[in-house]
């Protein structure tokens, strides 16, 4: 864990997974997360998937470690008084609830910037806070095609989905950043902010490449499948005799590198492909002279010779391959952790970066539902056995 944050407190009332995972990535930089949750059940992410224990899934575990858990019915006087004072001493609010949810709750911006004026308040939803289409729900697969990113993915005749929740893990990543630079300022001026993430306009920021394209010529590119954007007949994916091939030559000097490589520098003068503009031209022929070679033997075979040459390419892998790459061990990039609810030892990964060479993995397992809800109240020197008797915490 890196302490980048540290001494920020974030009171965290998202559920499911952009919002978890933003405030996992604060948790990682050494912010300190307090998890707020509802008494019947919290996050909603706790019930969706495999229980390993009651109310702790994988999809749980994976993006709230390092987080503390108070379980508190905010819709009772008291347990909104607690969470009010809860926002007085924090630095930063994170929530992904459907707009004016939180305002008819209690705990909305004005609420908060009330109690707290340099309060960095994130709200994170679908369309935004304001417009037309505000008020929608919003989900991974709906907004992947709202935003055009499902009509980009796939192969010519056929869109589908990107194979992972990339809407809701950009926005995160997006959320988390717009906070740490929100803090920035606050540091500078003293002064909150109020900020408005919305995971279409996130998706289409993700999308840059496409959209540059689109605004420049009014066309929207084509789906290639498997290749890459740049359509080059010496960049794309190829079948080996064990598996494929991503290979990126995409330019002139690593097409006649990649040729070399492998034993056909006669493509280079090959009229077909004799320039950059004939090449692309010709590119299908081109993907399958190389298609032909690359049949021949072995994706790690191809692998080391391609690396040898300096053309950039690598074999497609799977998870259970991906987790024991040299690189992720040499940067400790996956952090396994001990008394794990559920499961006992499990593995973690980092935030994606080193901070002075130390990597961002949690050091503590995600909370059980209210885990921390006495070690919070006696911090606000409240009541925390009053508190349970009278049913507004758990």
């Known amino acids: 864990m890196a302490d980048l944050l540290a001494g920020i407190r974030v009171i965290d009332f998202t559920h499911v997974h952009a919002g978890p995972l933003c405030t996992y990535q604060l948790a ?5 997360v307090i998890k707020v949750e509802a008494p019947d059940g919290g996050d909603q992410m706790r019930g969706m998937g495999p229980q390993l224990e009651p109310g702790m899934t994988p999809g749980f575990l994976g993006q709230n470690a390092n987080k503390r858990s108070i379980a508190v019915n905010v819709k009772a006087p008291a347990g909104l008084a607690i969470i009010l004072r809860l926002i007085e001493t924090a630095d930063v609010v994170v929530l992904n609830m459907r707009p004016g949810v939180a305002d008819r709750l209690g705990i909305g911006y004005q609420a908060a910037n009330e109690r707290n004026p340099a309060i960095v308040y994130c709200a994170i939803s679908g369309y935004g806070q304001s417009g037309p289409e505000s008020d929608r729900p919003a989900f991974d697969h709906l907004i ?3 935003s055009g990113m499902f009509m980009a993915t796939g192969m010519e005749d056929q869109p589908c989905r990107v194979g992972f929740a990339v809407a809701d893990s950009g926005t995160a990543m997006i959320a988390s950043s717009a906070i740490g630079a929100a803090l920035f300022r606050r540091e500078r001026t003293g002064a909150g902010a ?3 993430v919305s995971m279409l306009e996130c998706s289409m920021a993700l999308m840059g490449l496409n959209y540059y394209g689109f605004f420049a010529t009014g066309r929207t590119g084509r789906r290639v499948g498997p290749n890459p954007l740049a359509e080059s007949g010496s960049s794309g994916t190829f079948v080996t005799t064990d598996g494929l091939l991503m290979v990126n030559a995409n330019n002139r000097r690593l097409f006649e590198r990649l040729a070399r490589a492998v034993g056909r520098a006669d493509l280079i003068e090959d009229a077909r492909f004799a320039t950059p503009a004939a090449a692309h031209t010709h590119r299908a022929a081109l993907r399958a002279e190389f298609a032909a070679v690359f049949a ?6 191809w692998d080391g010779v391609l690396r040898t040459a300096g053309v950039p390419a690598g074999r497609a892998k799977a998870p259970p391959e991906v987790v024991q790459h040299p690189q992720l061990e040499h940067r400790q990039s996956l952090a396994t952790l001990p008394d794990v609810p559920g499961v006992g030892a499990l593995t973690f990964l980092s ?3 080193t901070v002075d060479a130390a990597p961002t993995t949690p050091e503590r ?3 059980r539902l209210g885990e921390h809800t006495d070690e919070i109240l006696d911090e606000l020197d409240e009541d925390a ?3 349970r008797r009278e049913g507004v915490v758990a």
């Open 351 to 353: 935030g994606g970066f």
């Open 144 to 146: 992947q095609g709202e």
């Open 385 to 387: 056995a009053q508190l």
């Open 365 to 367: 397992p995600p909370p």
């Open 194 to 196: 109020f900020i408005d």
């Open 28 to 32: 990682l930089m050494g912010a300190d």
């Open 296 to 301: 021949t033997r072995s994706a790690e075979h």
